[in-house]
C-alpha cells in the first residue's frame, strides 16, 4: 500500500465516525426534547420535608420496582441524586440535577417543582446563595466585597 491508499482509508473511517455521531446526537437531541416536554406538561409546585439525600446507583431497595424496571441500564449503572422526602402523607424518592441537589436543605421543608420523580427546581430560595462555595470561592467573594467596601469609602 502506498501513501495514497492509506489517506483514502483514513478520510472514508474518519467521515464515518463523523456521520455516526451526528445521527447519534440527533437520536439523542430528540429524546431530550420529549423529555422536556413531559416536563413541561407535568410540572406541579409540591411542599416537601427532605429526609435525606444521596448520591448513589439505583436499585429496587431505593426506588420504586415499576420505575426501577422501566429505567435504562445506562441509567441504573451511573450515580444519582436521590432524595428521600415526605410530600404529603408519603415518603417518597425523588432523582434531582446536581444544582438543585447541591441547594436542598436536609430536615427542612421546602417548595419545589416536581415533575412526576424529578425535581426540576426549588421554589422561593435563592440558590445562588445558599450553595456550597468552595475555599476559592469564598476568598475571591470576600476580596471583591472589601474591594467594593474601599471603593465606597474612597468616594465619600
Known amino acids: 500500500m502506498n501513501l495514497p491508499d492509506i489517506l483514502l482509508i483514513v478520510t472514508i473511517v474518519v467521515v464515518l465516525v463523523v456521520v455516526l455521531l451526528y445521527q447519534l446526537n440527533k437520536k439523542s437531541m430528540r429524546r431530550m426534547i420529549q423529555a422536556q416536554d413531559f416536563i413541561d406538561q407535568n410540572r406541579m409546585t409540591v411542599q416537601i420535608f427532605v429526609i435525606d439525600k444521596k448520591q448513589e446507583r439505583p436499585s429496587p431497595s431505593n426506588m420504586p420496582k415499576a420505575v426501577f ?9 451511573k450515580k444519582a441524586n436521590l432524595i428521600r422526602a415526605k410530600a404529603g402523607s408519603k415518603i417518597v424518592t425523588f432523582i434531582c440535577d446536581k444544582p438543585v441537589y447541591e441547594v436542598l436543605p436536609v430536615k427542612k421543608n421546602v417548595k419545589v417543582v416536581v415533575a412526576g420523580m424529578y425535581i426540576v427546581s426549588v421554589v ?16 475571591s467573594a470576600k476580596l471583591s466585597q472589601t474591594m ?5 469609602n474612597g468616594k465619600k
Open 69 to 77: 424496571a422501566q429505567m435504562p441500564a445506562a441509567v441504573k449503572r
Open 124 to 139: 422561593g430560595m435563592n440558590l445562588a446563595d445558599k450553595k456550597k462555595k468552595s475555599i476559592s470561592e469564598k476568598v
Open 148 to 152: 467594593s467596601d474601599n471603593s465606597s
